[in-house]
């Protein structure tokens, strides 16, 4: 399975937009790439799915260059309640889902 | 609320016991997916059910195994525990058979095995 890297962790104040980067360099043909967000003792919750170009929905950007070796989350005008673990994922029909280390992000006041 | 339900939510056993961890995925969903979550091995895909049958398997001991029942309810199975197998275990819901869509997550059972 393809792996993801990611940063261990980010710091970021409030109202500033973040951006965390997402490696896959082997990332197959039929992958798609998931976000995913979790707080402590919590359940991951999606966050944004994509497969190239750009998605957007109401809480966060998704880009995706042409060549899909990595990925890039926006968060825009993050607050307090965004410090979490975020994870990228890869997502195949085989229905195997691998989740990276993750990325730890911290938003100070 | 995901609208999955994990029971139980804590369980505290020992060392060579079984337990059984039991989901009910979302209204609908086909698919439901274990992970374990311990603190030095992150988030870890163990297997996946869709529809009764078994569609993907990672990384899942021996001694721990899962089924899906008619009702499409799910349960994993842990047994001759070691203490290495106190963690967070995820069950997951999603509509279609693979995982391109979203994954809908349960608040977890913890499990402690002393």
């Known amino acids: 399975l393809a792996k993801t890297t990611q940063p261990i962790s980010m710091d970021s104040y409030e109202g500033q937009e973040v951006n965390i980067t997402c490696s896959h360099n082997?990332?197959?043909?039929?992958?798609?790439i998931t976000w995913y967000q979790q707080f402590p003792s919590q359940g991951p919750r999606f966050i944004i799915q994509g497969y190239k170009t750009k998605v957007t929905n109401e809480v966060a950007s998704l880009f995706i260059p042409a060549d899909r070796k990595s990925s890039t989350l926006s968060l825009p005008r993050v607050s307090l309640s965004d410090t979490a673990v975020y994870y990228c994922?890869?997502?195949?029909?085989?229905?195997?889902?691998?989740f990276g280390d993750g990325t730890t992000l911290t938003v100070k006041p | 609320d995901s609208g999955v339900t994990q029971t139980p939510k804590h369980l505290i056993t020992a060392t060579g016991q079984r337990v059984t961890l039991r989901c009910s995925p979302r209204?609908?969903?086909?698919?439901v997916y274990w992970y374990q979550q311990s603190l030095d091995q992150g988030l870890q895909f163990l297997i996946q059910y869709y529809n009764g049958e078994e569609r993907a398997k990672g990384n899942i001991l021996e001694r721990f195994s899962a089924q899906q029942f008619p009702d499409l309810h799910s349960e994993l199975n842990l047994s001759s525990l070691e203490l290495g197998d106190s963690a967070l275990y995820f069950c997951?819901?999603?509509?279609?058979?693979?995982?391109?869509?979203?994954?809908?997550f349960g608040e977890g059972s913890r499990l402690t095995v002393l």
């Open positions: 994922l890869l997502s195949t029909n085989a229905g195997k889902s691998t």
């Open positions: 997951a819901s999603g509509r279609i058979v693979g995982d391109t869509g979203e994954l809908f």
């Open positions: 082997n990332i197959a043909t039929n992958d798609y």
């Open positions: 209204s609908g969903d086909l698919s």
